[in-house]
């Protein structure tokens, strides 16, 4: 009974984490910390973090700005089991898998800490492996950290006040409210040639289905791609995203800010220090 309702548990589950991982509105709307500040400055914020994260050598520095990303989620009211799950599926644990043979001398020759017939794991390969899962996770861990404490709209705003082109805005924006629709009408389609056909069905015909309808949800999401295009235009849509939510920035914007600065400029002279 569980094989027969896979394809059903899988749909319902890329639901549910689309639901979750994309809208998260719900956060961004709580009264926490992050959620109070001007978008721009946590953006300015995230890109000090994910600079450091890009050249700091130090295991210890990606420790403590993935440790500080966890703190400012507890601060913002954000649930730790929702961010710590956001952060360590996919992207950290396919860098994981990714590392592991960076860890064995066939590909970092070096010091052998631990053997197993002909196959070493050396500390060179230790390190290195470390430094690139520990950069993938704090990285992530801040841009998630940014689009959970941030409404999306505000977001895409923010981006362009940094002269982000408005072609790629929209793009990203549309995809955004696109993919969601596209999940669902899978799900709608999987229900109701289920309810018409029934669970057990002859795999040839199975297979005409399948290959039926991959073609009617092509049409359906070109069809639908252009009904929602022209919806927006009709509604004043030219290109730029539209908040009722003016932006400013105030005296507590700019300390965050400033201690923003401060702690990558500590890590960077301890590390510095600690090098030396």
């Not at 961004?28 to 500040?37: D, H, K, M, T, W």
């Not at 929702?82 to 599926?89: A, D, G, N, Q």
Request: hydrophobic share 55%; glycine share 6%; net charge positive.
């Amino acid at each position: 009974m569980a094989g027969k309702d896979f394809a059903e548990r899988s749909i319902r589950g890329a639901l549910t984490f689309f639901r979750e991982a994309i809208f998260a509105d719900e956060t961004a709307g709580l009264p926490g910390v992050l959620q109070s500040l001007d978008p721009r400055v946590k953006i300015v914020m995230v890109l000090l973090g994910l600079l450091l994260v890009l050249f700091t050598r130090s295991l210890a520095v990606l420790g403590v700005l993935y440790l500080l990303s966890v703190l400012l989620a507890a601060v913002s009211r954000i649930k730790l089991g929702s961010f710590l799950k956001r952060t360590w599926i996919f992207i950290p644990l396919f860098s994981l898998l990714i590392a592991i043979p960076a860890m064995f001398s066939f590909v970092s020759p070096g010091e052998s800490i631990l053997s197993a017939g002909a196959f070493h794991i050396t500390r060179q390969g230790v390190m290195s492996a470390g430094f690139f899962v520990g950069r993938v996770l704090a990285s992530v861990s801040l841009v998630v950290l940014l689009s959970m404490t941030t409404r999306h709209f505000d977001l895409l705003k923010a981006l362009r006040c940094f002269g982000i082109p408005h072609l790629f805005v929209m793009v990203l924006g549309m995809c955004y409210r696109y993919l969601y629709l596209f999940v669902e009408m899978v799900e709608n389609t999987h229900r109701a040639i289920k309810s018409r056909v029934g669970s057990r069905i002859h795999y040839r015909k199975g297979q005409r289905v399948v290959a039926w309808n991959i073609a009617h949800l092509w049409m359906r999401s070109y069809a639908m791609n252009e009904q929602v295009y022209h919806a927006m235009v009709s509604r004043g849509f030219r290109g730029e995203p539209v908040a009722l939510d003016r932006f400013r920035t105030r005296p507590r914007d700019w300390c965050w800010l400033l201690a923003a600065v401060a702690v990558m400029l500590l890590l960077g002279y301890v590390e510095h220090r600690t090098r030396a």
